[in-house]
Nanobody, 122 residues
């Protein structure tokens, strides 16, 4: 239903910053809650952040709270994840997702991007 394409990943030193972008196409973008998830080497997929269609409701995982910020621009069909004060444990493939609810549960998201690699060196 919705095609999602992530970009902005890369290699950065600990303490540095990256901004991930997710471009959406298909249905009306403002109808969807958007989420960011990540999968680190040898670990299960982990919730990072989510934002409601209007942008009025936001949740961040405790592990990234105060360092990462999710935002969206409905006029551009874009969602962003600003990542500051990056740590080696943030190293993972980061995925953008779209769903009907602003939730931490990945099973309730219907559409997923291909992922973008973030590597943080110590």
């Amino acid at each position: 239903q919705v095609l999602l394409v992530e970009s902005g990943g890369g290699l950065v030193q600990a303490g540095g910053s990256l901004r991930l972008s997710c471009a959406a196409s298909g249905r009306t973008f403002s109808e969807y809650s958007m989420g960011w998830f990540r999968r680190a080497p040898g670990k299960e997929r982990e919730f990072v952040s989510t934002i409601s269609g209007s942008g009025g409701l936001i949740y961040h995982a405790d592990s990234v709270k105060g360092r990462f910020t999710i935002s969206r621009d409905n006029a551009k069909n874009m969602v962003y994840l600003q990542m500051n004060s990056l740590k080696p444990e943030d190293t993972a493939v980061y995925y953008c997702a779209a769903g009907r609810l602003t939730t931490l549960n990945p099973d309730l998201y219907d559409n997923w991007g291909q992922g973008t690699q973030v590597t943080v060196s110590s």
